[in-house]
């Protein structure tokens, strides 16, 4: 079965979500809710707090999707499927090495390439927390546990959620004062969106052949 995708689709989509943070910051611009731009040694252009907690987030993010692909080879039966992983475990490393090189560079924390958690510290207190989608424990211990066609049903469901999640992140940097205003940013969550809506396209149908079967 071959799977198409409409060539409209992701220019339409991304077209809305570049458009929303323009307009609601045309709505709530005030001298007071202006984010402070950060600038750090060698690095021409500024950036946010929240352009860093979004890469904080999304490493981590990435990293439980990598782990969850790279089962694929061992477990899942779809071919399609199995290339999709490939894309993903590939696509998401590259993703995950240049995140930190970007924390790095500006002197932030840097999460581990391989965490699968976020660490909040709120005053004195650390949280590990997942991100927007993400897989519990107890889901990634089934779908590890899963072979054949029951891993590839649970990884298609999982996967679709963790998606969304991915681009509900992207969602909330565009819509934040000042955040994604640098370019390799702006390019950055840009591309999250666009790649991971097309793959959640992509596995809504892989799914529903799976459940036709």
């Not at 790279?70 to 039966?77: C, E, K, L």
């Amino acid at each position: 079965m071959v799977l198409l995708i409409s060539p409209s689709f992701l220019a339409v989509s991304l077209a809305a979500l570049l458009a929303a943070p323009v307009a609601q910051g045309l709505q709530t611009s005030k001298p007071e809710a202006k984010a402070v731009m950060l600038k750090a040694p060698g690095i021409e252009q500024p950036f946010t707090q929240a352009d860093v907690d979004f890469m904080q987030g999304m490493i981590p993010h990435h990293a439980q999707a990598v782990k969850m692909g790279g089962w694929a080879p061992t477990r899942g039966s779809n071919k399609q499927l199995l290339v999709l992983c490939e894309r993903i475990v590939v696509g998401q490393r590259d993703e995950i090495n240049m995140m930190r090189q970007w924390l790095s560079d500006r002197g932030q924390e840097v999460p581990a390439a391989d965490a699968m958690r976020h660490r909040m510290k709120m005053g004195d207190m650390v949280h590990d927390m997942l991100m927007p989608g993400m897989m519990t424990d107890e889901e990634m211990a089934a779908l590890e546990k899963a072979r054949g066609k029951e891993w590839d049903r649970l990884f298609l469901i999982g996967m679709i959620k963790h998606h969304e999640g991915a681009v509900k992140m992207v969602e909330e940097l565009m819509n934040t004062h000042g955040g994604a205003t640098g370019d390799d940013m702006f390019k950055f969550a840009s591309d999250v969106f666009a790649d991971q809506s097309t793959e959640i396209e992509v596995m809504k149908q892989m799914l529903a052949a799976i459940k036709g079967e």
